[in-house]
T-cell receptor, first 111, second 112 residues
Framework: EAQVTQNPRYLITVTGKKLTVTCSQNMNHEYMSWYRQDPGLGLRQIYYSMNVEVTDKGDVPEGYKVSRKEKRNFPLILESPSPNQTSLYFCASRTQAGKLFFGSGTQLSVL | SQQGEEDPQALSIQEGENATMNCSYKTSINNLQWYRQNSGRGLVHLIL?????REKHSGRLRVTLDTSKKSSSLLITASRAADTASYFC????????????FGKGTTLSVSS
């Protein structure tokens, strides 16, 4: 089954404790991206990757890092999380035609 | 950098009625897409319409695009309780698809 898998689904952490949210897709898509979703602000793009070893900033990249060492994986790294990064995060991959497939989301709370 | 704006923000209808949601945007686009999100879950792609297309259908969904007015509409016919969700338009300004920007969504509630 074609899917984007994100883990974990829920994560509670404390300020400053490094964390990684994993994302994997099985559709051989070149393009992957990360979004955060906040009430009243909608979905905002954090980072995207056009292919292996090619990443670029989206609209809200501050405080986040990504890496794309393999085509299927695109982890999101918060090296020093802060409470304003409490949010619902989505990973997505994209077909050649432009259609996005989303993961199920990661609800992150930073205390 | 919000591009699309959905209208209305919220819509409540009865089963069997039609639901219409609108999306307006500001700059020229390559394509416009509609997505559905069930409470806190991942978004699901519904329809993609290119800038040179005026109308597309998929099952009970009909999407129109008016590039002169920079607007799109999503019509769901004969709504069901299972259609209860948030609906988002996303506009793509680039050929490479790197500039897909989502609106804030319309929350649709269908009661039986």
């Amino acid at each position: 089954e074609a899917q984007v898998t994100q883990n974990p689904r829920y994560l509670i952490t404390v300020t400053g404790k490094k964390l990684t949210v994993t994302c994997s897709q099985n559709m051989n898509h070149e393009y992957m991206s990360w979004y955060r979703q906040d009430p009243g602000l909608g979905l905002r793009q954090i980072y995207y990757s056009m292919n292996v070893e090619v990443t670029d900033k989206g609209d809200v990249p501050e405080g986040y890092k990504v890496s794309r060492k393999e085509k299927r994986n695109f982890p999101l790294i918060l090296e020093s999380p802060s409470p304003n990064q409490t949010s619902l995060y989505f990973c997505a991959s994209r077909t050649q035609a432009g259609k996005l497939f989303f993961g199920s989301g990661t609800q992150l709370s930073v205390l | 950098s919000q591009q699309g704006e959905e209208d209305p923000q919220a819509l409540s209808i009865q089963e069997g009625e039609n639901a219409t949601m609108n999306c307006s945007y500001k700059t020229s686009i390559n394509n416009l897409q509609w997505y559905r999100q069930n409470s806190g879950r991942g978004l699901v792609h519904l329809i993609l319409i290119r800038s040179n297309e005026r109308e597309k259908h998929s099952g009970r969904l009909r999407v129109t695009l008016d590039t002169s007015k920079k607007s799109s509409s999503l019509l769901i016919t004969a709504s069901r309780a299972a259609d209860t969700a948030s609906y988002f338009c996303a506009t793509d300004r680039s050929q490479a698809g790197t500039a897909l920007i989502f609106g804030k969504g319309t929350t649709l509630s269908v009661s039986s």
